[in-house]
Each structure stands twice: as C-alpha cells, then as structure tokens.
C-alpha cells in the first residue's frame, strides 16, 4: 500500500489495534444473556466459559451485573417497558389528532373573542379565513346556522368531550 508524500508510516501496533477494533465482535442482547446464564449455571469455570466465547472476564462479570441489576429493577416495577411500534404509531396518531383538536379550539377561541369585543368586521374576517384557509387544520368553523360537513366525516376517537 503506498503512502502518500509527506505522511509517516502507522506502526505495527497502531495497525493491530486498528485491525482489532474494526473485527470486534459485537454481542446482541441474546447472546449475552445466553452466556450470562451459562455462567450462573455453573458448569464450567467462568475463566472457561470466557475462553470459549473469546471474551474477557471482566466483560462477563459487567454483563452479569447488568443482567443482576437490570431483572432487580424489573421485578420491584422500577423500569417502564418500551413501547412497541403499534403502540408509537397509534400515540402519534393520537398526538396529531389532539393538536388539530386544540388549533381549531384555539381559532374558534380568537374568533368568538373577537365577536363578543365588538373589534373589527368580524363576519368578513370569519368568511376571508375560512376561504384562505389561514388556519393549519384548515378552516373548522362552519357558517352559522350549518353543520360542518367535515365534523360528520371524524371518526369518533377524534371528539375530545366538552367539559
């Protein structure tokens, strides 16, 4: 391999540590708890069972602990259990559908504040917003006196319950 002009040579022991760190064998969780269980059964010396499974000693006895610790924290209910991807997706559903709930309350809001204040032309700046479609969950107030059209296609976990 040539070098290019003007850059040292990496020693051999540089090299070899750059070999090692790109071949490092990355464990997953199953094997890990695999070797740890192993380990607690007994049947062979610890030194051993590393030996066989090319791992350091003292890389068992940090994942027993993990291990240990991890199942003492699980069973006195201290850990919260990760969602499952269904689970995210329908919480971001939901996410979304409660922001839309609370930016057609809040346009409504600012709406009927400025009704009740006598403020400006309030019928013609209802009409330009709901032609303009100003409001991001696009335009949620009907005409007096008409149904909105859109209220009707929701499905029902959409409502939230007016307290």
Same mark, same amino acid.
């Given at each position: 391999?040539?070098?290019?002009?003007?850059? *040292? %040579?990496?020693?051999? +022991?540089?090299?070899? /540590?750059?070999?090692?760190?790109? @071949?490092?064998?990355?464990?997953? =969780?199953? &094997?890990?708890?695999?070797?740890?269980?192993?380990?607690?059964?007994?049947?062979?010396?610890?030194?051993?069972?590393?030996?066989?499974?090319?791992?350091?000693?003292?890389?068992?006895?940090?994942? *027993? %602990?993990?291990?240990? +610790?991890?199942?003492? /924290?699980?069973?006195?209910?201290? @850990?919260?259990?990760?969602?499952? =991807?269904? &689970?995210?997706?329908?919480?971001?559903?939901?996410?979304?559908?409660?922001?839309?709930?609370?930016?057609?309350?809040?346009?409504?809001?600012?709406?009927?504040?400025?009704?009740?204040?006598?403020?400006?032309?309030?019928?013609? +700046?209802?009409?330009?917003?709901?032609?303009?479609?100003?409001?991001?969950?696009?335009?949620?107030?009907?005409?007096?006196?008409?149904?909105?059209?859109?209220?009707?296609?929701?499905?029902?976990?959409?409502?939230?319950?007016?307290?």
């Amino acid at each position: 391999m040539r070098q290019k002009p003007g850059t *040292s %040579k990496p020693t051999a +022991e540089a090299m070899v /540590k750059d070999i090692r760190r790109r @071949t490092r064998k990355h464990h997953s =969780s199953e &094997e890990k708890i695999r070797i740890v269980l192993e380990g607690l059964r007994g049947e062979d010396s610890i030194a051993e069972l590393c030996r066989h499974e090319g791992i350091a000693t003292s890389l068992y006895y940090s994942w *027993s %602990k993990e291990f240990l +610790e991890t199942g003492k /924290k699980r069973l006195a209910g201290d @850990t919260a259990r990760q969602a499952t =991807s269904p &689970e995210v997706k329908e919480l971001r559903q939901e996410a979304s559908a409660l922001k839309e709930a609370v930016a057609d309350l809040t346009l409504e809001n600012r709406l009927f504040k400025k009704a009740c204040s006598g403020m400006g032309e309030t019928r013609n +700046e209802i009409s330009r917003l709901r032609k303009a479609r100003d409001h991001p969950a696009g335009g949620a107030i009907s005409p007096a006196g008409q149904a909105d059209a859109r209220h009707d296609r929701r499905a029902p976990h959409d409502l939230l319950p007016v307290v």
